[in-house]
């Protein structure tokens, strides 16, 4: 794991997509939404914290899927009053939508600070994380701690959603996955799972994850990919 990092989490995805495969063999495939959603926190949580979870049962896997449920809750029209009139939150005092959204927060605050101290110590004992370096490099205001809260629980969604979009057309538009399969087979062979070394020699997988090879960025000599039309926005 010293390698987890920005732009070096390839290990850490192989390691995770074999535990995944373990898991979804282990049980016939009968969770496999739970599978892909330990994937999800499993993989955002170790690159970010330093904090693996082999099993998506971890009180900080159920800890954080709890506070990001609540928050989509929240930020739906019909949660409160406020969301479509946002003039009454002048009115004082403990009003019960901002009783929730104060609870919500402590509760976030708990969390991340235990995640946050978790990667400091690992740090000290020689695990490189996002946390670690983020924090390291930090304003007495603690934005780069309030980045990484922001990180950690947007990664874990957009993992888990792209994930379980993906299942979703396997399942509407069967008929390129034994065209993807005979890929496969052909360039990796029978006796081990594809690795991040085989992806140049296997333009179908690769125009499947990318759904289109125009939208690439360079950035210190590497590639990231931004799909058509997405709206960046600048943290510094």
């Given at each position: ?33 739970h599978h892909i959603e330990r994937v999800g926190s499993s993989t955002t949580l170790t690159a970010a914290f330093g904090l693996n979870c082999p ?127 005979k890929e496969i087979d052909n360039v990796v062979g029978l006796d081990r799972l594809p690795s991040f ?40």
């Open positions: 794991m010293s390698v987890v990092r920005a732009g070096r989490t390839e290990p850490l995805q192989e390691l995770e997509a074999v535990l995944n495969v373990q898991h979804l063999l282990d049980d016939g495939g009968k969770n496999w939404l099993t998506g049962y971890e009180p900080e896997v159920q800890e954080i899927s709890a506070i990001l449920a609540e928050l989509v809750h929240l930020a739906a029209p019909t949660a409160s009053i406020t969301n479509f009139l946002p003039f009454l939150d002048l009115i004082p005092g403990p009003m019960p939508w901002r009783i929730r959204a104060q609870a919500l927060r402590k509760r976030d605050d708990a969390i991340y600070k235990k995640l946050i101290d978790h990667a400091m110590r690992r740090n000290k004992s020689g695990m490189d994380t996002w946390a670690a370096t983020f924090v390291g490099e930090d304003k007495p205001e603690g934005d780069q701690r309030r980045l990484m809260r922001q990180f950690a629980g947007a990664a874990i969604e957009t993992t888990t959603t792209t994930l379980e979009t993906f299942v979703l057309a396997c399942i509407s538009y069967p008929e390129w996955i034994s065209i993807a399969q070394k085989d992806r140049p020699f296997l333009p179908y997988i690769e125009a499947i994850v990318r759904a289109t090879d125009e939208d690439m960025i360079e950035y210190n000599g590497r590639e990231y990919f931004i799909p058509k039309g997405s709206i960046i926005f600048a943290v510094t």
